[in-house]
């Protein structure tokens, strides 16, 4: 193990499931943010010929520690051309992946209010106006509950 998750990885699976594989893993900073990050995980199925294995490696070493950088240039699928370079292809299915968080309103007022009911005192978590502002930690999406709104329901969560 030497840290790095790609080659940390493709040990635990050839060691736990005995399975030959590469995980390719990169992330390719900029001042601003982030250009591109991404990864594959290539496994060689039971059976296979050493000699598609052989490519394989070849195919990997030609790529060295560029994962990011071809990303960058051409995303997953220049990624793909380059590890199975040699190979026959066959894409089964794509699917566009996306971020989308599941928080809501509801839910995170049901949350403050059972904090709410374990606090002695909630005087500094409310501004001026009696109102709190909550934060989605996951999609940072924001939410202002007032006080009356969360002090009902957290006086009903309170153990008696």
């Known amino acids: ?74 995303g997953i699928d220049a990624l793909t051309q380059r590890v199975l370079d040699g190979f026959q292809l066959e894409t089964l299915e794509t699917h566009a992946l996306r971020f989308a968080c599941r928080c809501d309103r ?5 949350r403050v209010t059972q904090a709410l009911a374990a606090e002695a005192s909630t005087d500094d978590l409310f501004d001026a106006d009696e109102r709190c502002e909550v934060v989605c930690q996951r999609c940072a999406e924001r939410f202002v509950f007032t006080r009356a709104e969360l002090m009902h329901d957290a ?3 309170a153990p008696s």
Do not use: K
């Open 1 to 74: 193990m030497d840290g790095e998750i790609g080659t940390d990885l493709a040990h635990f699976l050839e060691q736990s499931e005995q399975i030959r594989s590469a995980a390719l893993v990169g992330v390719l900073p900029r001042s601003v943010g982030i250009a591109a990050a991404g990864g594959m995980l290539v496994e060689a199925m039971p059976g296979v010929e050493d000699i598609a294995v052989t490519g394989l490696e070849r195919n990997l070493r030609a790529l060295g520690g560029r994962v990011s950088s071809v990303l960058e240039a051409g």
């Open 155 to 157: 006086a009903d969560a």
């Open 106 to 110: 509801e839910m995170l007022r049901l």
